[in-house]
């Protein structure tokens, strides 16, 4: 069975920095592209960055490009996401999701997210 | 970057009713179109991706339509687990997007 289990979100001030990790199991992890995709309070979807299974390719969205890293350890089934220069504006949940199993990348979806992990943003 | 924006924001509906949803995309984005579903205090699950192909273990009344620019999910026959937030999503390249969302409510 595919677990995406997310840790690591919190309460942080504006300008800190936080990590969130997300420990995979139940598939080959280095045969899947993985993303992060955030959901403010009480609103839609946002896809946040990409990484390609061997961690070759990175993408960002504008709204975290320069701030937020995306990463991978294919030896330890992990994805990581490192947050820097945190607003008000990132507080969210945030989701790890896995790509569909396809050569392309991005893929035609994401087939398995975890059930997130909160970050708030505040003073 | 292309947008998606889908209509309505949000539908009444009843048991037995067929409901469609519409996704637009501000640019060609051939098939790459993913739809999600998402119930309160849930993550999003997948049930269409390729814009037509049905994600397995997802119940044949869901089907999604459409290319290009233009793009429909429709539930043939809404049942009561069906009522929730609808996503769809562009795969077609970088940066990914997705639309505002669907409630489908009673």
């Known amino acids: 069975e595919v677990q995406l289990l997310e840790s690591g979100g919190g309460l942080v001030q504006p300008g800190g920095s936080l990590r969130l990790s997300c420990a995979a199991s139940g598939f080959t ?12 309070p ?3 979807l946002e896809w946040v960055s ?5 961690g070759g390719g990175t993408y960002y969205a504008d709204s975290v490009k320069g701030r937020f890293t995306i990463s991978r350890d294919n030896s330890k089934n992990t994805l990581s996401l490192q947050m820097n220069s945190l607003r008000a504006e990132d507080t969210a949940i945030y989701y790890c999701t896995r790509d569909l199993p396809t050569l392309r990348f991005p893929s035609e979806g994401f087939d398995h997210w975890g059930q ?5 943003v505040s003073s | 970057d292309i947008q998606m ?6 539908v009444s509906a009843s048991v037995g009713d067929r409901v469609t949803i519409t996704c637009r995309a501000s640019q060609d984005i051939s098939s790459w179109l993913a739809w999600y579903q998402q119930k309160p205090g849930n993550p999003p699950k997948l049930l269409i ?28 026959s809404l049942q009561p687990e069906d009522f929730a937030t609808y996503y769809c999503q562009k795969a077609s390249s970088f940066p990914l997007a997705f639309g505002g969302g669907t409630r489908v409510e009673i």
Do not use: C, E
Request: charged share 10%; glycine share 14%; aromatic share 8%.
């Open chain 1, 50 to 54: 990409s990484i390609s299974g061997i």
């Open chain 1, 42 to 44: 009480g609103k839609g």
């Open chain 1, 29 to 40: 992890f280095h045969n899947h592209a993985m993303n992060w995709v955030r959901q403010a």
């Open chain 1, 116 to 120: 997130g992990t909160q970050v708030t």
């Open chain 2, 49 to 76: 991706y390729a814009a037509s192909r049905l994600q397995s273990g997802v119940p044949p009344r869901f089907s999604g339509s459409g290319s290009g620019t233009d793009f429909t999910l429709t539930i043939s």
């Open chain 2, 5 to 10: 924006t889908q209509s309505p924001s949000s």
